[in-house]
């Protein structure tokens, strides 16, 4: 053991404090993404042309909006918001200082993969429920979101996952978390073990939450 | 008129893009008389739907107004516009019934923000599957159904609220002719039952000959024919009209096929050949022995075809003639005297129709 990991062996309360780490920052972050993602997607399909609440100011507003928010690299984006983390948060370092770029990098992306979701659903079904006397509000909840559910939770699963990935780019400009580790440990002293044990923490957290997003989308599809 | 349920006055529907204008419907007026079976019936692109949707103003027109159950839609505003809705029911060709929910809370959906207890709500939604004949799938999803079942489903659905109107826009075009057939039955059985008002869209004349009592034909936007179906079937005025009723009757097809018949080109002097249309009793007549009883022309029948049309007997025949030029004039009259429609058709004109084809 000792020979295998010579280093990590040292450090197994800075493995679990980075894991804990990454773990809170990618959650909280894609609870507030995932929020703020999920307004944008139904917005953007609703006011899109022939939508419930057709707007096409509204739309190409959000639409431009989010389509910049995309194109900047995660990295830049890190440096330009600083001045808005630092008002918000008081620093730009630590866990909590890393959400407000996390965020602002993923709710983008989300919206994106939330409107794709419901774009799937069918026109005429939507159609239906206005025929019936559905309100906007009703439609969104009891068509959008319901029909759209396996699909909009595939979607947040592929979110989460890019998030654990940020976090650790986040990391490596003292975010903390895994990336820390594997970065300003393993990388800048040459302790291969860590980088490679920080690796292998990631990968068993992105499996576990693909396992849990198929479960979970299995579960509401129900054909 | 106090008794029509929808009134559609000067309706004009025109889709803007961004280089040109298309006219969908153009200064139609509709009136549709409250508990009647209403068949719109026309070609692909004809502005069936467009047209239909005008009635929920699923569809807003560009010009004219919309009256349904005494109420000008067009004045009310977002949240009375929905309550209007809820008393005209739709249907449509894909059923478009929402996937994520079983057949029972497909049914109930119209009756979720409505003030009413979730028992009541499930009893309700439950006399409705009752009716439609699917009482024991009311814990299936959608995608365990046929097609027509899902429709079933659909018509339970658009019920719930107990519409005055149920507009069906091609709602057995995905489906064979049997099940079309049992769809139509059941919509003729909730009309008769429960004296809702069917607003029937379709480009088969099958389905008007079926269920409706009134028609209106429609091409480019505009109604360019309408009546009772059975006078508007016997005699159509404009040729898609005549094309529709054609086609139903097979008499398009067997026109067809004679044409391609060597025989019929060699008709002489003494021949004629002749589509014969009769309503009501002469059908049961039996005219054509009369023919060679007292005329002594024969008749040599190479098609026949009897519908029934809104509860009247309508039938077809295609037949040659033989006779003396004399007889032949005396046996046309003896035919249009009891009511039969005589149409000459000329061997040449077979073949130039065929050479279209
Ligand atoms: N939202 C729309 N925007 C632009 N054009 C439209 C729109 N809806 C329909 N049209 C056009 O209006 C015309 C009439 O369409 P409509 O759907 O009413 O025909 P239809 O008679 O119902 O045909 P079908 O039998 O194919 O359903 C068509 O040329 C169609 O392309
Ligand atoms: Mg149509």
């Not at chain 1, 400009?173 to 393993?186: E, K, N, P, R, T």
């Not at chain 2, 010009?63 to 739709?90: F, P």
Request: net charge negative; aromatic share 6%; hydrophobic share 45%.
């Amino acid at each position: 053991m000792i020979n295998l990991l010579p280093n990590v062996i040292h450090m197994k309360d800075q493995f679990i404090t980075a894991t804990w780490e990454t773990i809170y920052m990618t959650f909280l972050s894609a609870i507030i993404a995932g929020v703020i993602g999920l307004a944008l997607g139904v917005l953007l399909v609703v006011s899109q042309k022939h939508g419930i609440l057709e707007d096409s100011i509204i739309y190409s507003f959000t639409d431009k909006t989010v389509n910049v928010l995309r194109s900047i690299p995660f990295i830049i984006l890190l440096a330009v918001i600083a001045p808005l983390t630092n008002y918000i948060v008081g620093t730009t370092i630590g866990t909590t200082a890393a959400l407000v770029p996390l965020i602002f990098g993923i709710f983008p992306f989300y919206a994106r993969q939330v409107q794709n979701a419901l774009l799937e659903i069918d026109p005429g079904v939507v159609e239906a429920a206005q025929s019936m006397g559905s309100s906007p509000i009703g439609i969104i909840f009891s068509v959008y979101l319901r029909e759209g559910l396996p699909d909009i939770i595939r979607a947040s699963t592929f979110t989460v996952i890019s998030l654990v990935s940020l976090t650790t780019v986040a990391g490596a400009i003292g975010a903390g978390g895994l990336g820390d580790v594997a970065i300003s440990i393993g990388y800048a002293r040459f302790e291969g073990d860590v980088t490679v044990v920080a690796m292998l923490i990631i990968l068993v957290l992105i499996f576990a939450i693909q396992i849990i997003g198929d479960r979970l989308a299995k579960h509401f599809e129900q054909f | 008129m106090a008794d029509s349920i929808i009134q559609l006055k000067d309706i004009s529907v025109i889709f803007k893009d961004e280089q040109k204008e298309l006219t969908a419907v153009k200064d139609v007026n509709l009136e549709i008389e409250k508990g009647d079976i209403y068949g719109v019936i026309g070609y692909s692109g004809a502005g069936k739907s467009t047209l239909v949707r005008v009635i929920n103003l699923l569809q807003k027109p560009t010009k004219g107004t919309v009256q349904v159950n005494q109420q000008q839609l067009l004045d009310l505003d977002e949240s009375k516009l929905r309550q209007a809705r809820k008393k005209i029911g739709m249907i449509f060709q894909h059923f478009n019934l929402m996937k994520s929910r079983t057949v029972l809370n497909n049914v109930e959906y119209p009756l979720l923000r409505e003030s009413i207890s979730k028992s009541d709500r499930q009893d309700k939604a439950r006399k409705l599957l009752e009716l439609v004949g699917l009482a024991e799938f009311e814990n299936a999803y959608p995608d365990q159904l046929s097609g027509g079942q899902k429709q079933r489903v659909a018509i339970a659905r658009a019920l719930a609220n107990d519409p005055e109107v149920l507009i069906s826009d091609e709602a057995t075009s995905a489906l064979d002719p049997k099940t079309t057939m049992s769809i139509l039955k059941l919509l003729k059985h909730l009309n008769q039952q429960l004296g809702v008002t069917i607003v029937l869209i379709t480009h088969e004349m099958q389905a008007i000959k079926t269920i409706c009592h009134n028609v209106a034909v429609m091409e480019k936007g505009q109604i360019i024919e309408r009546g009772p179906v059975a006078s508007v079937f016997t005699e159509p005025q404009q040729p898609l009209t005549k094309d529709f009723v054609d086609t139903s009757t097979n008499v398009k097809e067997a026109l067809a096929r004679i044409g391609n018949d060597p025989q019929i080109s060699k008709l002489d002097e003494n021949q004629r050949l002749i589509t014969l249309s009769f309503v009501g009793q002469s059908s049961k007549q039996s005219l054509i022995s009369e023919l060679a009883r007292k005329l002594n022309v024969d008749a040599n029948i190479l098609f026949a075809n009897v519908d029934q049309i809104d509860g009247i007997s309508v039938g077809t025949m295609i037949a040659i003639l033989t006779g003396t030029p004399d007889t032949l004039k005396q046996a046309v009259s003896l035919l249009t005297e009891n009511g039969v429609k005589i149409t000459e058709v000329k061997s040449s004109a077979l073949k130039e129709d065929v050479a279209n084809d």
